[in-house]
Protein backbone atom coordinates (compact mmCIF):
# COMPACT_ATOMS: atom_id res chain seq x y z
CA UNK A 1 0.00 0.00 0.00
CA UNK A 2 1.00 2.84 -1.04
CA UNK A 3 1.49 6.33 1.77
CA UNK A 4 -0.18 9.60 0.44
CA UNK A 5 1.80 12.47 1.31
CA UNK A 6 0.34 16.03 1.77
CA UNK A 7 2.43 19.37 2.34
CA UNK A 8 1.27 21.39 5.18
CA UNK A 9 2.40 24.66 6.78
CA UNK A 10 2.26 25.48 10.53
CA UNK A 11 3.54 29.33 12.23
CA UNK A 12 3.34 29.43 15.79
CA UNK A 13 2.13 33.08 15.82
CA UNK A 14 3.80 35.56 19.48
CA UNK A 15 1.91 38.15 20.51
CA UNK A 16 3.64 39.72 23.62
CA UNK A 17 5.43 36.00 25.31
CA UNK A 18 2.38 33.67 24.24
CA UNK A 19 1.13 31.91 21.58
CA UNK A 20 -2.14 31.53 20.23
CA UNK A 21 -3.48 27.95 20.02
CA UNK A 22 -6.80 26.53 19.39
CA UNK A 23 -8.51 23.44 20.21
CA UNK A 24 -9.53 21.24 16.87
CA UNK A 25 -12.90 20.34 16.91
CA UNK A 26 -11.99 16.26 15.22
CA UNK A 27 -8.60 15.84 16.71
CA UNK A 28 -9.43 17.22 20.36
CA UNK A 29 -6.16 18.65 20.67
CA UNK A 30 -4.62 22.71 20.72
CA UNK A 31 -2.54 23.26 17.77
CA UNK A 32 -1.59 26.59 16.02
CA UNK A 33 -2.62 27.77 12.72
CA UNK A 34 -2.01 25.45 9.47
CA UNK A 35 -2.96 23.52 6.53
CA UNK A 36 -2.45 22.54 3.12
CA UNK A 37 0.13 23.88 0.66
CA UNK A 38 -2.00 24.65 -2.27
CA UNK A 39 -0.56 23.74 -5.67
CA UNK A 40 0.36 27.41 -6.23
CA UNK A 41 1.50 28.29 -2.67
CA UNK A 42 5.40 27.84 -1.29
CA UNK A 43 5.05 26.66 2.63
CA UNK A 44 5.97 29.58 4.01
CA UNK A 45 3.08 31.40 1.86
CA UNK A 46 0.59 29.18 2.80
CA UNK A 47 1.33 29.35 6.59
CA UNK A 48 1.13 33.22 5.86
CA UNK A 49 -2.44 32.32 4.43
CA UNK A 50 -3.94 30.10 7.20
CA UNK A 51 -2.67 32.25 9.96
CA UNK A 52 -5.05 34.80 7.90
CA UNK A 53 -7.72 32.97 7.21
CA UNK A 54 -8.00 31.20 10.86
CA UNK A 55 -6.88 34.12 13.02
CA UNK A 56 -7.70 37.09 10.76
CA UNK A 57 -3.92 38.44 11.70
CA UNK A 58 -1.19 39.53 9.77
CA UNK A 59 2.25 37.63 11.01
CA UNK A 60 5.86 38.31 10.04
CA UNK A 61 7.77 35.13 9.61
CA UNK A 62 10.75 35.45 12.72
CA UNK A 63 13.23 34.25 9.37
CA UNK A 64 17.22 33.90 10.01
CA UNK A 65 17.36 32.56 6.58
CA UNK A 66 20.56 33.32 5.23
CA UNK A 67 20.52 34.67 1.64
CA UNK A 68 22.06 33.15 -1.25
CA UNK A 69 23.50 35.07 -4.52
CA UNK A 70 21.59 32.77 -7.19
CA UNK A 71 20.98 34.69 -10.43
CA UNK A 72 18.15 31.94 -11.26
CA UNK A 73 16.60 31.79 -7.80
CA UNK A 74 15.44 32.98 -4.50
CA UNK A 75 15.97 32.27 -0.88
CA UNK A 76 13.10 30.69 0.66
CA UNK A 77 12.23 31.21 4.76
CA UNK A 78 13.75 27.79 6.28
CA UNK A 79 10.67 26.26 8.65
CA UNK A 80 12.11 26.09 12.11
CA UNK A 81 11.30 22.25 11.56
CA UNK A 82 10.02 19.71 9.88
CA UNK A 83 7.60 16.78 11.22
CA UNK A 84 6.12 14.17 9.30
CA UNK A 85 2.93 12.88 11.13
CA UNK A 86 0.51 9.93 10.75
CA UNK A 87 -2.77 11.54 10.16
CA UNK A 88 -4.60 7.93 9.01
CA UNK A 89 -3.07 5.17 10.15
CA UNK A 90 -5.38 1.76 9.53
CA UNK A 91 -6.34 -1.14 12.04
CA UNK A 92 -3.72 -3.11 10.41
CA UNK A 93 -1.14 -0.55 11.54
CA UNK A 94 -0.35 1.09 8.43
CA UNK A 95 -0.17 4.44 7.92
CA UNK A 96 -2.03 5.80 4.55
CA UNK A 97 -1.76 9.44 5.23
CA UNK A 98 0.84 11.54 6.54
CA UNK A 99 1.57 15.92 6.73
CA UNK A 100 5.26 16.22 6.42
CA UNK A 101 4.85 19.74 7.88
CA UNK A 102 6.82 23.04 7.78
CA UNK A 103 6.86 25.18 10.89
CA UNK A 104 7.43 28.54 10.87
CA UNK A 105 7.69 30.87 13.82
CA UNK A 106 5.87 34.40 13.75
CA UNK A 107 4.59 38.11 15.25
CA UNK A 108 1.55 39.27 15.22
CA UNK A 109 0.31 42.63 16.92
CA UNK A 110 -2.68 41.93 17.85
CA UNK A 111 -4.18 39.44 20.37
CA UNK A 112 -7.48 40.06 18.55
CA UNK A 113 -8.37 36.76 16.60
CA UNK A 114 -11.54 37.06 14.09
CA UNK A 115 -11.62 34.59 11.45
CA UNK A 116 -11.19 35.99 8.03
CA UNK A 117 -11.46 32.50 6.39
CA UNK A 118 -14.98 30.49 5.20
CA UNK A 119 -15.85 27.92 7.75
CA UNK A 120 -13.52 28.75 10.15
CA UNK A 121 -13.81 27.85 14.14
CA UNK A 122 -15.00 30.38 16.26
CA UNK A 123 -13.20 33.11 17.89
CA UNK A 124 -13.90 31.35 21.17
CA UNK A 125 -11.37 28.16 20.82
CA UNK A 126 -8.88 29.82 20.52
CA UNK A 127 -6.19 30.89 23.87
CA UNK A 128 -3.05 32.38 24.68
CA UNK A 129 -0.76 30.85 26.25
CA UNK A 130 2.60 32.07 27.84
CA UNK A 131 5.62 29.60 29.32
CA UNK A 132 4.31 28.88 32.08
CA UNK A 133 0.39 28.44 30.81
CA UNK A 134 2.22 25.51 28.31
CA UNK A 135 3.71 23.83 31.18
CA UNK A 136 0.67 23.30 33.25
CA UNK A 137 -1.47 22.71 30.34
CA UNK A 138 -2.13 19.34 28.89
CA UNK A 139 -1.26 20.61 25.66
CA UNK A 140 0.84 17.89 23.48
CA UNK A 141 4.51 17.40 23.82
CA UNK A 142 5.70 18.94 20.60
CA UNK A 143 2.93 21.77 20.32
CA UNK A 144 4.62 23.03 24.04
CA UNK A 145 7.98 22.46 22.87
CA UNK A 146 7.54 24.77 19.42
CA UNK A 147 5.41 27.29 21.41
CA UNK A 148 8.58 27.54 23.64
CA UNK A 149 10.50 28.29 20.81
CA UNK A 150 8.77 30.58 19.11
CA UNK A 151 8.51 33.03 22.29
CA UNK A 152 12.14 32.74 22.58
CA UNK A 153 12.53 33.76 18.72
CA UNK A 154 10.46 36.46 18.75
CA UNK A 155 11.90 37.75 22.42
CA UNK A 156 15.42 37.13 20.98
CA UNK A 157 14.37 39.00 17.89
CA UNK A 158 12.70 42.04 19.93
Same mark, same amino acid.
Given at each position: ??????????????????????????????????????????????????????????????????????????????????????? *?? =? $????? @? +???? !????? /??? *?? =? $????? @? +???? !????? /??? *?????????????????????????????
Amino acid at each position: METTRHFTATVYIVNDGAVALHRHERLGIRIPPGGHVDRDELPHEAGLREVREETGLVAELLDETDPVAAPAGETLPDPRRQMLYDI *DV =R $EDGRV @G +HQHV !DHVYY /ATV *DS =R $EIDPD @G +HDEA !DPEVW /AWY *DAADLQESDVDPDTVQFSLEAIDAAERAG
